[in-house]
């Protein structure tokens, strides 16, 4: 059973940073891409970024040069590290798993910013 648990979310500034973690169990951690999707209230869920098996990432415009997103193997984990917080990073953040052709979802942690 493939199951996502991410941690990490809550509120913050303007211009703050938060950490989320997602700890995964029941896949081969080391060979699955791993990344990060959110979801405001009444928008659809988008990519923030994603990082592969190898390493390479990838951003969404809206995030580049404020958010890093790194994977540690040994702990079956990936973060996501979130600086320079703006209002409109506010939303529900998803991890997701993509292992052995489909999509895993974790149940999601609140990330809200004040102005």
């Known amino acids: 059973q493939v199951q996502l648990v991410e941690s990490g979310g809550g509120l913050v500034q303007a211009g703050g940073s938060l950490r989320l973690s997602c700890a995964g169990s029941?896949?081969?951690?080391?060979?699955?891409?791993m990344g990060w999707y959110r979801q405001a209230p009444g928008k659809q869920r988008k990519l923030v970024a994603f990082?592969?098996?190898?390493?390479?990432?990838l951003y969404a415009d809206s995030v580049k040069d404020r958010f890093t997103i790194s994977r540690d193997n040994a702990k079956n984990t990936v973060y996501l590290q979130m600086n320079s917080l703006k209002p409109e990073d506010t939303a529900v953040y998803y991890c997701?798993?993509?292992?052995?052709?489909?999509?895993?979802w974790g149940q999601g942690t609140q990330v809200t910013v004040s102005s």
């Open positions: 997701n798993a993509k292992f052995l052709g489909f999509d895993y």
């Open positions: 990082i592969s098996v190898g390493g390479f990432t």
């Open positions: 029941g896949i081969i951690f080391s060979s699955t891409g």
